[in-house]
């Protein structure tokens, strides 16, 4: 079965560091791009970015570029999504997902992760 | 950047009735790279349509997509009472690839 499974909920304060995970099985790995989708509470799905983890070619939206640092080690087909300093309006539920076909960037997501809730508050 | 306009934001119908959902991008969008996708409480979304037209596998045919350029559908012929969820566009012929707001389909 294919699948993506994401790390489990986190509770952060302002100022501190994490990265999540999301880790494929029953494909190849590295030859289908993974994307981040933030969703807000509440609120709709945004794309914040993707990795091809063959070769780690990576894209993101200018709305979370320099604030995110998306990467993937093949080695344990586990994509990551990654902060160094937490704000309170981090707080949202993060999916990982993966695009239908392999070597396009251009493309759907159709296997999507469980989703990791990521709460940052004082 | 392509802006995703869905109306309406809430469209409350029965069971049985047909569905007809709009998503409107302020650029065209290259090569009718639009998805949709179903997102119930607690869940993660999941791809209904991609290609404007193409039903993703397992999707049953009640569900259909089409248009192109800056107009695109997604028409649920018959609800059924799984179908009251929320739906999300999204283009992904251009970067940044952007999402629609959303509606949110409700029983009436």
């Known amino acids: 079965e294919v699948q993506l499974v994401q790390s489990g909920a986190e509770v952060k304060k302002p100022g501190e560091s994490l990265k999540i995970s999301c880790k494929g099985s029953?494909?190849?790995?590295?030859?289908?791009?993974i994307g981040w989708v933030r969703q807000m509470p509440g609120k709709g799905l945004e794309w914040m970015g993707i990795?091809?983890?063959?070769?780690?070619?990576?894209r993101y939206s200018p709305s979370f570029q320099g604030q995110v640092t998306i990467s993937a080690d093949k080695s344990i087909s586990t994509a990551y999504l990654q902060w160094s300093s937490l704000k309170a309006s981090d707080t949202a539920m993060y999916y990982c997902?993966?695009?239908?076909?392999?070597?396009?960037?251009?493309?759907?997501?159709?296997?999507w992760g469980q989703g990791t809730m990521v709460t940052v508050s004082s | 950047e392509i802006v995703l306009t869905q109306s309406p934001g809430t469209l409350s119908l029965s069971p049985g009735e047909r569905a007809t959902l709009s998503c409107r991008a302020s650029q065209s969008v290259s090569s009718s790279y639009l998805a949709w996708y179903q997102q119930k409480p607690g869940q993660a979304p999941r791809l209904l349509i991609y290609?404007?037209?193409s039903r993703a596998t397992g999707i049953p045919d009640r569900f259909s997509g089409s248009g192109s350029g800056t107009d695109f559908t997604l028409t649920i012929s018959r609800l059924e009472p799984e179908d009251f969820a929320v739906y999300y566009c999204q283009q992904y012929g251009s970067s940044p690839q952007t999402f629609g707001g959303g509606t949110k389909v409700e029983i009436k």
């Open positions: 029953g494909y190849s790995f590295t030859s289908y791009w």
């Open positions: 990795i091809y983890p063959g070769d780690s070619d990576t």
């Open positions: 290609g404007a037209s």
């Open positions: 997902a993966r695009k239908v076909h392999g070597l396009e960037p251009r493309d759907a997501f159709d296997i």
